[in-house]
């Protein structure tokens, strides 16, 4: 069974600190990995799909990179504003499914 | 676009009484997904359905079922419905899960069992 896990479980930086949160997970075997945003009460945005021949995708001031062979993936946000504040979740695709990790929540202080 | 809407948003129920969530999809997917997701427990996965007319198990799926008659509607009934189901239900959908495919969910529907 694919385990993800996400640490930290929470992050506060002060606005203008880059961000880095971590995604691992047990099965190497995915097909890709995505990462979402969560606002509170609302639902999931994706942020970044990375596919499993990929080593890392960029939009605007995210940054994904993907190491397949050790697990392990990194969500980089540059120069964080307050407006980055949510929960991060990776998500890897594997046998038709998304497994998710419990998320990481993001406090960006002005 | 609308993407992935959800009917619907709020719902309380009694212990017993049985409902359905429905989920419809505009793009032209072929996989969909329920998850519920509950506090400290993440995002878990209760049934899902790789094309029309198919529909599996996922981590969770006592206590609910899931129809896919047209493509772009994936239903989950709960036919007694239970304190234990009070969580967060989202649906979600993508075009496959292969290569470079995305997923996407819809808002939400939050279910409180009484």
């Known amino acids: 069974k694919q385990e993800v896990t996400q640490i930290p479980a929470a992050l506060s930086v002060p606005e203008g600190e880059n961000l880095v949160l971590n995604c691992s997970f047990t099965d190497s075997a995915i097909y890709n990995l995505q990462w979402f945003r969560q606002d509170p009460g609302k639902g999931l945005t994706s942020l970044l799909l990375i596919q499993s021949s990929q080593r890392e995708q960029t939009s605007g001031r995210l940054n994904a990179s993907l190491d397949k062979s050790s697990g392990r993936s990194t969500l980089y946000i540059a120069a964080s504003q307050p407006g980055d504040s949510a929960t991060y979740l990776c998500?890897?695709?594997?046998?038709?499914?998304?497994?998710f990790g419990a998320g990481t929540t993001v406090t960006v202080r002005a | 676009n609308a993407g992935v809407t959800q009917t619907p948003k709020f719902r309380v129920l009694k212990t017993g009484q049985s409902m359905t969530l429905l989920c419809a999809q505009d793009m032209n997917h072929e996989y969909m997904y329920w998850y519920r997701q509950d506090p400290g427990m993440g995002l878990r996965l209760i049934h899902y359905s790789v094309g029309e007319g198919t529909t599996a198990k996922g981590e969770v799926p006592d206590g609910y079922n899931v129809s896919r008659l047209k493509k772009q509607n994936f239903l989950l009934g709960l036919e007694s419905a239970a304190p234990s189901q009070t969580s967060v239900y989202f649906c979600?959908?993508?075009?496959?899960?292969?290569?470079?495919?995305?997923?996407?969910f819809g808002q939400g529907t939050r279910l409180t069992v009484v």
């Open positions: 998500a890897v695709i594997t046998d038709y499914k998304l497994s």
């Open positions: 979600a959908s993508s075009r496959g899960a292969t290569l470079n495919t995305e997923a996407f």
